[in-house]
C-alpha cells in the first residue's frame, strides 16, 4: 500500500516557476514508477512526466519538454520542477505509483495508486 500526497500548487504568473512535490509513504515505495498527471477544467486527465523506481529513466510529455523536471530522492519525496509555466499548463496536478511495464508509463490506468491533486494557475 502506498498512500501519496501533493504539495506545492499555487498561483503563478507566465513564464514563473513552481515546484511541485509528492510525499510518499509505505515500504515499497522505492519500487514503484512515479509519474505526474494533470487535468485541466473540461478535460481529460493527460500525462506530464514519470520516473523509474531507480530514477534512470524518465519520461516527457511533449508539451512540458524541456520546462519540466521530474526527480525522486527514493527517500519519500518525488517532485516535479516546473518552468517557464504557460496559462495552458493550470489544471490540477495528480501524483501517481505504478509497478507495472516502463512502456505504460504515459497511461493513467496503469498507476495502482494516486493522490489527492494540488492546483496550478497560471496566469497571463
Known amino acids: 500500500q502506498v498512500q501519496l500526497v501533493e504539495s506545492g500548487g499555487g498561483l503563478v504568473q507566465a513564464g514563473g516557476s513552481l515546484r511541485l512535490s509528492c510525499a510518499a509513504s509505505?515500504?515499497?515505495?522505492?519500487?514503484?514508477?512515479m509519474g505526474w498527471f494533470r487535468q485541466a477544467p473540461g478535460k481529460g486527465r493527460e500525462f506530464v512526466a514519470a520516473?523509474?523506481?531507480?530514477?534512470?529513466?524518465t519520461a516527457y510529455a511533449d508539451s512540458v519538454k524541456g520546462r519540466f523536471t521530474i526527480s525522486r530522492d527514493n527517500a519519500n519525496k518525488v517532485t516535479l520542477q516546473m518552468n517557464s509555466l504557460k496559462p495552458e499548463d493550470t489544471a490540477v496536478y495528480y501524483c501517481?505509483?505504478?509497478?507495472?511495464?516502463?512502456?505504460?508509463?504515459?497511461?493513467?490506468?496503469?498507476?495502482?495508486?494516486w493522490g489527492q491533486g494540488t492546483q496550478v494557475t497560471v496566469s497571463s
Open positions: 501517481a505509483a505504478d509497478r507495472g511495464a516502463w512502456y505504460l508509463v504515459k497511461r493513467d490506468e496503469a498507476y495502482d495508486y
Open positions: 509505505g515500504r515499497t515505495f522505492s519500487t514503484y514508477t
Open positions: 520516473i523509474s523506481w531507480s530514477g534512470g529513466d
